[in-house]
């Protein structure tokens, strides 16, 4: 059976991908690791760090072969090794150095081009010369900051913006709902925007005072989006169901009360597909499972 397109997945996030392919009617024909391998043209996948759109696959009766014909394609690949870990480390020795350097935020993603590839078999290669994610294997390193951020939640935010390729700045208005302890504010206030942290439970004393941050002790569920200014961005990390807070998004997109929104979409138990999908069908959304997300999907829809 032909490859036609091949899926990342996140470790311990398989049987996630699994189940959203088999909803969307998009076969597995076998699994490589961590890549599910499809015969079926590509499509989006959430729970996929990144997919490989045009996959071939190509006989490599040496390590030489095998680094030649990647070369023959293109400049730029990245290799993901499920098995023959020797093998692979010997071909990728042949090929012209990809460097995975942690970004400095907001440091933009890379823009050169990159492949991927992976031995199935010693003398079998998977070689895709173009995917979806200009990361190496889909995952984004950072410089981290462990002195600033009252928790590590920051990384999320940083990633968020970083795959989306926007960030606010000085003069937006922005309000992060559920901010304590004030991770996301802090990114937020970092960038120089007025940030309006949303929440019951008490900020972190640093981020409440850092310079354009207001809070207010406020249920997030609790505002009314038609009574409120619009804003420039909507932030969400708050903690609740995924059916609540998608009543919460579609009411701040009918009142227009935001222009940009940004929210975690936090499973509890098993993971609602459904839900996933009814944020992915709002118009000009887009879903994806970050390398720095849990058992959770990020929801953005950019104005």
């Known amino acids: 059976m032909t490859i036609a397109s091949a899926y990342l997945a996140a470790e311990g996030f398989e049987a996630e991908l699994a189940e959203e392919l088999r909803r969307a009617r998009r076969r597995v024909a076998a699994w490589h690791g961590r890549l599910a391998l499809s015969p079926d043209p590509p499509g989006p996948a959430a ?20 680094a030649d014909a990647l070369r023959a394609i293109q400049r730029n690949w990245a290799g993901y090794a499920a098995e023959h870990h020797r093998r692979s480390a010997l071909i990728t020795e042949r090929l012209p150095p990809v460097k995975a350097r942690p970004l400095v935020f907001p440091e933009p993603a890379p823009t050169g081009h990159l492949g991927a590839w992976t031995l199935l078999a010693p003398d079998r290669m998977l ?36 795959r ?29 925007a007025e940030v309006a942290a949303v929440d019951k439970a008490a900020m972190d004393p640093a981020v409440a005072a850092m310079r354009g941050v207001t809070v207010r002790a406020e249920s997030a569920f609790g505002l009314d989006p038609r009574a409120e200014p619009k804003v420039d961005w909507l932030f969400s990390d708050v903690i609740c169901y995924p059916a609540r807070l998608l009543a919460l998004v579609r009411r701040w997109i009918e009142a ?41 999907l990020t929801f953005a829809r950019l104005g």
């Open 127 to 162: 070689a895709s010369p173009t995917k979806t994610s200009p990361f190496v294997n889909g995952e984004v390193a950072f410089v981290e900051d462990r002195e600033g951020p009252p928790s590590r939640a920051y990384l999320k935010l940083w990633e968020a913006l970083t």
């Open 47 to 66: 729970w996929a760090l990144e997919c490989w759109t045009a996959p071939v696959e190509i006989a490599v009766p040496s390590v030489k072969a095998g």
């Open 164 to 192: 989306l390729g926007r960030y606010p700045g000085p003069g937006d208005r922005c309000l992060d709902l559920g901010a304590a302890p004030g991770g996301w504010t802090w990114v937020l206030a970092k960038l120089g």
């Open 256 to 296: 227009d009360a935001a222009r940009n929104l940004v929210c975690t979409i936090k499973f509890q138990g098993e993971t609602d597909h459904e839900a996933a999908e009814a944020f992915a069908a709002i118009p000009g959304a887009v879903v994806f499972h970050s390398a720095h997300n849990k058992h959770e």
